[in-house]
T-cell receptor, first 116, second 112 residues
Framework: AQKVTQAQTEISVVEKEDVTLDCVYETRDTTYYLFWYKQPPSGELVFLIR??????QNEISGRYSWNFQKSTSSFNFTITASQVVDSAVYFC?????????????FGQGTILTVHP | EAQVTQNPRYLITVTGKKLTVTCSQN?????MSWYRQDPGLGLRQIYY???????DKGDVPEGYKVSRKEKRNFPLILESPSPNQTSLYFC???????????FGPGTRLTVT
């Protein structure tokens, strides 16, 4: 069975602080995809990034960066110089091939609050 | 405009009264899926469909049914709703498995 764990239920920071959201996953499949989604207070789900299991390159997009490490089964997300608009629930997700072909598993989510 | 639509957006019903939540996408996506969101539990997949006439159980399929007769539609059916199915439901689609999900706006269901 596949599993995604986001150990941080809630994080509170002050604007301009850097913050890292942790994501640890479990799967026996060698082909899989990892995702991060954002859910702002308005409720919609916004896609942030997709990474496949064969590409361990880290990615940076503006203030956002992602660190994918297969050795520790982690796909962590860092926001640099956080802003109030970053306040949201963030979800990590895993979609694997193999026995769970096509099944998509989300973590429990991390509530990030950025204070002015 | 490329989108996933769900109807109704809000629904209050009583235990045992069959209901259907519709989901439609206009992007010609192969993959469609239903999720429920509950506080502290994140999003949990109910059912997914890799193509027309192909559906598979997600992590929480009990009490739900789906069908995929056409590529664009993927309705969620609750034949005998119970209060523990009170939740926020999201439909989503993607070009294929492993791609980013395009989510609908959500349906808030209350079963009394």
């Amino acid at each position: 069975a596949q599993k995604v764990t986001q150990a941080q239920t809630e994080i509170s920071v002050v604007e301009k602080e850097d913050v890292t959201l942790d994501c640890v996953y479990e799967t026996r499949d060698t082909t899989y995809y990892l995702f991060w989604y954002k859910q702002p207070p308005s409720g919609e789900l916004v896609f942030l990034i997709r990474r496949n299991s064969f590409d361990e390159q880290n990615e940076i997009s503006g203030r956002y960066s992602w660190n994918f490490q297969k050795s520790t089964s982690s796909f962590n997300f860092t926001i640099t110089a956080s802003q109030v608009v970053d306040s949201a629930v963030y979800f990590c997700a895993l979609c694997a091939g193999g026995t769970s072909y096509g099944k998509l598993t989300f973590g429990q989510g991390t509530i990030l609050t950025v204070h002015p | 405009e490329a989108q996933v639509t769900q109807n109704p957006r809000y629904l209050i019903t009583v235990t045992g009264k069959k209901l259907t939540v519709t989901c439609s996408q206009n992007m010609n996506h192969e993959y469609m899926s239903w999720y429920r969101q509950d506080p502290g539990l994140g999003l949990r997949q109910i059912y997914y469909s890799m193509n027309v006439e192909v559906t598979d159980k997600g992590d929480v399929p009990e009490g739900y049914k789906v069908s995929r007769k056409e590529k664009r539609n993927f309705p969620l059916i609750l034949e005998s709703p119970s209060p523990n199915q009170t939740s926020l439901y999201f439909c989503a689609s993607s070009p294929d498995w492993g791609y980013e999900q395009y989510f609908g706006p959500g349906t808030r269901l209350t079963v009394t």
